[in-house]
């Protein structure tokens, strides 16, 4: 949570009663709004407080979790984010995307096992708020180079 990282003051102007006031952030979270007067007024409350929520943007691109190493026959568990322009989550993120597996061997050398698909070299992966899964499996001790294909046109970065 960034709350406590967030803190921000300036002068508004209040005309006829009404401020308006643009608050920007690029971290999806609720964060709290009040009012606190230069100078106090008698009579006047400023108790009100207002909690925002931000929610991440749109899917700009899918992106791998780090990578890490593992043992021939033994799966690997890879994770797969649709993220934002900023990097967060994109929770809302809802399609599949095309996980490629290309060891030093041709054709079984390995295999990928998803949720909705199975296969040497290749598998569907469903993303489902923003995060989908594959487990990667070696049956020889080798690199594996893991990339995505917009298998369903979503003109999103890989």
Do not use: C
Request: without cysteine.
């Amino acid at each position: 949570s960034n709350s406590s990282l967030l803190s921000g003051t300036g002068v508004v102007d209040i005309v006829a009663g009404v401020a308006i006031v643009d608050v920007t952030t690029k971290h999806p979270e609720a964060y709290q709004l009040s009012i606190v007067p230069v100078t106090p007024r008698v009579g006047v409350d400023f108790s009100s407080t207002v909690v925002s929520y931000w929610v991440p943007g749109q899917a700009v691109r899918f992106q791998f979790q780090s990578a890490s190493s593992g043992l021939a026959g033994v799966a690997q568990l890879v994770v797969i984010e649709a993220v934002d322009q900023f990097s967060n989550i994109a929770r809302f993120e809802q399609r599949d995307v095309l996980i490629m597996a290309y060891g030093s061997r041709t054709g079984d050398s390995v295999i990928v096992d998803t949720t909705v698909d199975s296969g040497f070299g290749s598998a569907l992966v469903d993303i489902v708020d923003g995060i989908g899964n594959a487990n990667v499996t070696s049956f020889s001790a080798e690199q594996v180079a893991l990339s995505l294909v917009d298998s369903a046109a979503t003109n999103l970065e890989l």
